[in-house]
């Protein structure tokens, strides 16, 4: 049995993935961004491995995690499954950083930098990364505020991201899902794909020994491997997106 560290999964995919996980026998650390989320899940937490809190948004929360996580142990999974969706304006978080891109990547890329460093890795893309800026002078949006396309950029770079990882790290599995338009709170009641299949492709992923699953800088839905955008295998993207990364948040990864 695995031991699988799961962000946001007080709710939707997450939380779904983590009930499965532990059904399956696997021990699972979950995370709530605050203890007012975790308390709403109080009944899942009392059969977990463990539960960390810390906000996604915030770098220093953010490192915190990573400390709580490397303090029950290392992790034979991670799946960075939380995300936020159409943010009305760019925001800003306490570090300055829009907060789509801050929840969306800047976090997950911190966490796998800080977090011992797992067999598994399985990050939550979508899509719509397909319609993502190649360009990258202003991932951080400076620009005039576009909800969706704030977005959809935010899934092409974590793709991007899982597809470096698995280039650089050949010891660990790294891949990008994109778990479809699911009926959780995020893509809403009238969302038309499966909600099943949308966490199943993450658990098979991050635990299962069949050789189909034991890839990587694969991106995959519902369990088929898909194509992503040609940014996403490209080095050159891959570089220059993982080094304007490490600028923003002051660690470098590779």
């Known amino acids: 049995m695995s031991r699988i560290f799961i962000t946001g999964s007080t709710d939707g995919l997450g939380l779904a993935a ?26 899942t937490s009392a059969a977990a491995l463990g539960l960390v809190i810390g906000d ?12 709580q996580v490397n303090a029950i142990g290392r992790m034979d999974a ?14 800003e978080t306490p ?29 939550l893309s979508s899509g719509m990364h397909r319609s993502g800026s190649s360009a990258l002078d202003d991932i951080d949006w400076k620009r005039p505020w576009s909800a969706s396309q704030a977005y959809s950029e935010s899934k092409l770079y974590i793709a991007t991201l899982a597809a470096a990882i698995a280039r650089h790290w050949p010891d ?34 991050a635990t299962s020994d069949e050789g189909a699953a034991k890839v990587s800088g694969g991106y995959w839905y519902h369990r088929q491997r898909r194509e992503a955008a040609a940014e996403v295998g490209d080095a050159g993207f891959q570089g220059a997106l993982v080094d304007g990364l490490a600028g923003l948040t002051g660690v470098r990864l590779f």
């Not at 300055?96 to 890795?121: E, F, M, Q, S």
């Open 18 to 43: 983590a009930r499965t996980l532990m059904k399956e026998g696997h021990d699972v650390v979950l995370h709530a961004r605050s203890h007012e989320r975790a308390s709403a899940i109080a009944e």
């Open 56 to 67: 996604l948004a915030s770098a220093t929360e953010t490192r915190s995690i990573a400390e």
């Open 78 to 91: 991670v799946i960075h499954n939380a995300g936020i969706y159409l943010e009305r304006s760019r925001g």
């Open 95 to 123: 570090d300055g950083h829009a907060k789509t891109l801050a929840v969306n990547v800047l976090a997950p890329y911190l966490l796998t930098a800080l977090i011992t460093r797992p067999d598994r890795l399985v990050y």
């Open 172 to 205: 660990v599995l790294s891949n990008a899902v994109d778990p479809g338009w699911v009926p959780t709170k995020m893509g809403g009641a009238g969302a038309p794909d499966d909600l099943e299949m949308g966490h199943l492709t993450q658990t098979w992923l």
